[in-house]
């Protein structure tokens, strides 16, 4: 290692000797360093996951632009919409096509656990608004009472999940009523509920009597073949120019509502603030090594200054010791990140991992951040005078 | 003595510490040439000013008043990167070694070699190895500071100033932790690199055996330089 940074560096590796010379200091900061990682990727895998978990109800559709009230900050929130919008949309000579998306939330009552479905209700006669998981096992929901149950949805056993089949429907009571899952679709558990469920709008109705297909809560819109959604929702805006409405493009609608949960939320705030203060954590614990190894070599740093080393010789000292633990410390801290998210995953169902590009993030910052530590460390070097020396 | 010759040559040097009523001039009017190769013994009673004359000499504190000029170049006004660049000719040996506890006997020396730019890894490695043999340490390569004797240390530290081969060598009793053979070898060494290589030697000492071989000898007293004897004659 001394030789390869020697090759690196062009010089003696003084940072990395001091660094190995006090091993228990060393190995100190390394658990610091890991740990400061391992708090910013347990936070940043659960933002990670709410921005998943947050998006994936928009997988489960196709559609290019929709019409929500101007409340809707979520797509299971807010009021509901005049079903007229849509007529007046199909107006435009882009829109090809529009279907009204009622959502509720559903209790489920299974025994030792309730949990709670966000439940949507569609036309099933208007397969092109569905992903194409889901447009397979449409026709189903053409009986009334029947349901495609999300096969991940938390409280679900696994292979209770598996037996559902159309020959082996899996009936349940809700609201009142009794639905029949005949067919599955991948969901999974979010922060706002434990799964999906999708059925008819006739179905919807049937489970919430006090709702109406003519007041839906979005208006999905489809475009002819390359249309430009925001032009159109532009247009649609002047068109019906209702202060109560959004119209938004389907992209665009995605990216709101993740900001509106990593931004407005408690949760997303509360992640937010757990990345930045493992960051601080990290920057504190790598500084106060460097700043504690800068003190004990003053002497020897006041020598070299005598010598005729700059202020950059000392700074890259510093930066390469900082760099040394920024990489070090890595590398438990994304094995430890990794196993604290895997086992979180199996305990909540919530998709918590590490991905390549947030393990290269969290990489880039700790270098980075470690590296600004070491240069506010070196500001104690001013005190190194070598006239002290004699 | 001719200009050219003198490595070091102060006029009217005046020296103070401290500011308002608390301030205390260290140094009077010194006035000061030192040839080039000469070794040059400093001695004076403690506080009579000699390390404050080094440090002056040895470009680590700013002239307040008067002149310095050190290998040719004036020291009062001389920016920070100067006198950084300068003291890159300079090899000091302090009173205390100083070594970096982290690194082995021949990479605090090496640390001498590095200073000055890029240098070949070989020949830097052999050339402090050859300096450490000079002064008796070829055994004690890859020992580090804390496996080493205190004269061992203070070889070392004498090794780092030397093996960059220095025009100036500013040392502060660099032979208090070494017994007589072993300082009496390092006097030859400094005094042999002032011959063949015209290194000049200033030294604060005050073992008498070491002021009988040097070339010149000057005396300090309350900041006031007081005897120059020159004992070339």
Not at chain 1, 91 to 108: I, K, R, S, T
Not at chain 1, 202 to 217: E, H
């Amino acid at each position: 290692m001394s030789r390869l940074l020697e090759r690196l560096l062009g010089r003696l590796p003084i940072g990395w000797l001091q660094l190995i010379h006090q091993r228990g200091r060393f190995a100190a900061a390394l658990s610091g360093v890991a740990f400061a990682n391992v708090l910013v990727f347990v936070q940043l895998g659960l933002m990670n996951s709410m921005g998943t978990s947050t998006l994936r109800p928009y997988e489960f559709f196709q559609a290019d632009i929709v019409i929500s009230a101007a409340d809707a900050n979520t797509l299971v929130e807010g009021g509901n919409v005049a079903r007229q919008w849509m007529l007046q949309a199909l107006a435009d000579p882009d829109v090809v096509g529009g279907m009204g998306l009622l959502v509720a939330n559903v209790p489920w009552d299974r025994g030792e656990t309730d949990i709670s479905l966000t439940t949507f209700g569609i036309d099933p006669f208007r397969p092109q608004f569905l992903a194409p998981e889901i447009t397979a096992d449409i026709d189903v929901l053409q009986v009334q009472g029947a349901a495609i149950i999300d096969r991940m949805a938390r409280g679900l056993p696994q292979e209770e999940a598996a037996a559902i089949r159309r020959q082996t429907p899996m009936a349940f009571e809700t609201q009142g009523g009794t639905l029949t899952a005949y067919a599955t679709f991948a969901g999974g558990g979010g922060f706002g509920g434990d799964g999906y469920l999708l059925v008819s709008d006739q179905t919807f109705l049937s489970l919430f009597p006090a709702r109406s297909s003519g007041a839906p809560d979005h208006i999905l819109l489809r475009l002819r073949s390359g249309a430009d959604p925001n032009a159109v929702a532009a247009r649609l805006r002047e068109l019906i120019a209702d202060p109560t409405l959004r119209i938004r493009s389907y992209a665009d609608a995605m990216a709101q509502e993740l900001r509106f949960q990593q931004t407005q939320r408690p949760t997303g705030v509360i992640f937010g603030f757990g990345v930045l203060i493992g960051v601080l954590v990290g920057i504190v614990i790598v500084y106060q090594v460097l700043s504690a190894d800068v003190a004990d070599h003053m002497r020897e740093y006041a020598t070299f200054k005598a010598m005729g080393y700059g202020q950059g010789f000392f700074l890259g000292v510093v930066v390469e010791e900082a760099v040394i633990l920024g990489v070090f410390g890595f590398v438990p801290g994304v094995i430890a990140g990794w196993g604290i998210l895997t086992l979180m995953a199996m305990v909540t169902t919530l998709p918590l991992y590490i991905s390549f590009g947030m393990a290269l993030t969290v990489f880039v910052g700790t270098v980075f951040f470690s590296a600004l530590s070491g240069m506010i460390a070196t500001r104690k070097l001013a005190a190194a005078d070598p006239a002290d020396l004699f | 003595m001719a200009e050219r010759d003198a490595s070091i040559q102060a006029t009217a040097l005046n020296h103070w510490f401290g500011t308002g009523e608390a301030r205390k001039q260290a140094l009077f009017d010194i006035d000061l040439r030192v040839a080039r190769g000469s070794f040059t013994v400093l001695v004076g009673a403690s506080g009579s000013g000699k390390t404050t004359l080094l440090t002056l000499l040895g470009c680590l504190r700013e002239i307040q008043d008067g002149s310095v000029i050190l290998l040719g170049q004036e020291l009062r006004h001389a920016t920070k990167a100067q006198n950084v660049r300068l003291r890159r000719r300079l090899g000091f040996i302090f009173q205390a070694h100083n070594l970096h506890e982290s690194l082995t006997a021949q990479q605090n020396v090496l640390m001498g070699l590095q200073v000055k730019g890029h240098i070949d890894k070989a020949a830097s490695d052999r050339a402090a190895a050859h300096v450490l043999g000079l002064l008796g340490l070829a055994d004690r390569l890859d020992y580090l500071p804390a496996n080493l004797s205190g004269g061992q240390k203070q070889r070392v530290a004498i090794g780092r100033a030397l093996v960059g081969n220095p025009d100036v060598v500013l040392a502060d009793e660099p032979t208090a932790a070494l017994d007589w053979d072993t300082a009496a070898n390092v006097v030859d060494l400094l005094k042999r690199l002032g011959q063949t290589r015209g290194t000049t030697t200033m030294m604060v000492t005050h073992d008498n055996r070491i002021l009988d071989r040097a070339d010149r000898i000057l005396t300090l007293e309350d900041g006031r330089l007081i005897g120059d004897e020159d004992r070339r004659a």
